[in-house]
Structure formats: C-alpha cells, structure tokens
C-alpha cells in the first residue's frame, strides 16, 4: 500500500527538525576559568565594607520611628507612705484593768462622718489583684455549682452563722459566772465554739465587745470585736470563721492588716483610756477542727 509522497515528505521534515531542536547548546561560560573567578568574588566581597554604623542605624531609626524612650531604672528606695502615723499613741499609757462595764461604743452614721471610710471598705477597694483574681473565681465557681439563688443563699447562712458564733462568744465573756452547763450554744456554730475553747480559757480582763473605733489623724472607723487579756498580754481579738482550717497567717489573707488598723484606730481614739502595745514576741495562733476555725489575732498582727 503506497502513501502520497507529499504527506510522508512532511512526516520526514518533523522527524528531523525534533532532532535538531534536542540538541545541546554550547554555553559561553563553560571556557570560564571558574577557579580563577571565585578566587576574585571572595577577594571583592572581603574588601567590601558597609557604610551604615551602629550610630547611623540608631539615627536613622529615630527618623523613621521617632526617638527611643529608654524606661527609668527601678528605685532602689522602698517606699514609704504619705501619711506617715505611728501605731502606738504617746498621749496614751497602759492603765490597769479595772474591772466594770464593758465598753460597747456603736457606731453612728451622720453627716459628719458618712465620708470616712470603714476597714473593711478599705480593704476592699485596695485588694491585691491575685486575691481579687481568686475571690471572683470562686464566686464564679460556686454560681456554676449552686446557681445564683443558691449561692445567696449560702451567702446568707454563712453571715448568719458568723453573727451566731459572734453572740455565742460575746455571752461566754458577759455570763458573771461562767459554767458549761449555763451555756447553751446554737448547733450551727457549736464547732466553732469548740475550736476556741481552749482560747477562751486564756482571755481574762474583757475591756470591749463589739466597739466602734475612730482614727482621728487617719480618718477611717472599725468595730473592734473583743479588746481584752490574752495570756496576760492586751490584745484586740477579731473572730473569724471558716469552713477550712488555716494553720499559718499566710492562709488568713488580709485579716492581720485589719486587726493593725483596728489597733492604729483603738489606740487614736479619745473613747479609750488605754492603748494596745506591740509585743516583739510573736505569739499567734490559729485554732481549728475538722469543720471549722476561730481566728484569734492581737498586738503582734499589726507587724506582720
């Protein structure tokens, strides 16, 4: 069978010209002495130096992003407060004991003093970061586990409590004579009562119970809630109750600040006679059971 000789001529042609076009070319840099040319490459490159100086660059980034602020270093000076005060009042002496009625000063709210802050309210607003961290997570936490009816209602038994447990206290220390069988204590609170018992054994001399205390020079107000003898030693006592035992003061958070301020506050005020000394003997101690805890803090807290 034959084929047109035009068509096979054009087959031919194809097959020649991909011959052609797969062929090589010579490159004009394959005579180069390549040895020779890196040898002057690294010869330019090691005699080359840059213009641009760690002065230059510095100025030339003020253009760009404006001049550099360089942070002040840290004091080394500790700081001090403005209202510098000293906790111990010299108008004031330690005055004996002299046995009469408790001191029960309440606090009254008017239009002279409605602006000075209370203790607890300074407290409050001046709270580090990390506790006021953790105070909301576990109020979080305790909204998602009971709900919001719930968690005011714990709130509100856990008040109710602590106002049981302070009337409890209070009665032991007004009782003329005192005896286990008179006392009748709620059932709410009777692991407190016995957390403390042995305590309650070693205050003597009750001066106040539940008492208002004014700082005149600091403008702040407190209610102390028992100023009295503790192992001969006078003392403001501030009752606390817990769920959780809290063996050291670290556990205690801001309570031993707030007993100094009551002392500051108990010293400046012209209701009491007497004032409340500083100790250099630190003699603090925490009581607690398997449910609870009483809190007994005096003089020696107010340097912690």
């Known amino acids: 069978m034959g084929f047109p000789s035009g068509q096979f001529s054009r087959v031919d042609n194809i097959s020649t010209s991909c011959q052609w076009r797969a062929r090589k070319k010579n490159s004009q840099y394959s005579t180069v002495d390549t040895e020779r040319y890196s040898s002057l490459v690294r010869e330019v490159l090691s005699s080359k130096t ?20 360089r942070s002040r270093p840290p004091s080394q000076q500790p700081k001090v407060p403005k209202n510098l005060h000293p906790l111990l009042n010299d108008a004031k002496g330690q005055s004996e004991y002299v046995p009469g009625p408790l001191a029960r000063i309440t606090l009254k709210r008017d239009s002279n003093n409605t602006h000075i802050p209370s203790v607890t309210r300074i407290l409050q607003k001046t709270m580090p970061p990390d506790q006021a961290f953790y105070l909301e997570r576990w109020k979080r936490r305790m909204i998602a586990e009971l709900g919001e009816e719930g968690f005011r209602e714990y709130s509100s ?23 286990k069988e008179d006392q009748e204590c709620p059932a709410e609170v009777s692991g407190y009562i016995e957390s403390v018992s042995d305590v309650l054994s070693d205050i003597t001399g009750v001066r106040a119970i539940e008492s208002a205390v004014h700082h005149s020079a600091l403008q702040y107000l407190g209610i102390v809630d028992c100023v009295a003898q503790y192992r001969g030693s006078l003392c403001v006592i501030d009752w606390k109750t817990s769920e959780k035992p809290k063996p050291f003061l670290r556990h205690t958070y801001d309570n031993p600040l707030q007993v100094a301020a009551y002392i500051g506050a108990l010293n400046s005020d012209h209701n009491y006679n007497y004032q409340v000394n500083i100790t250099m003997t630190p003699d603090i101690e925490c009581f607690h059971d398997t449910s609870s805890i009483g809190h007994i803090g005096g003089t020696e807290l107010s340097k912690q």
């Not at 038994?157 to 005896?179: C, M, V, W, Y």
């Open 50 to 69: 840059s213009s641009q100086t760690p002065e230059s660059i510095e100025d030339e980034d003020c253009q760009l992003y404006g001049p550099i602020v």
């Open 157 to 179: 038994n856990l008040f109710r409590q602590g106002k049981l447990f302070h009337a409890a206290i209070e009665d032991t220390f007004i009782q003329e004579t005192p005896s």
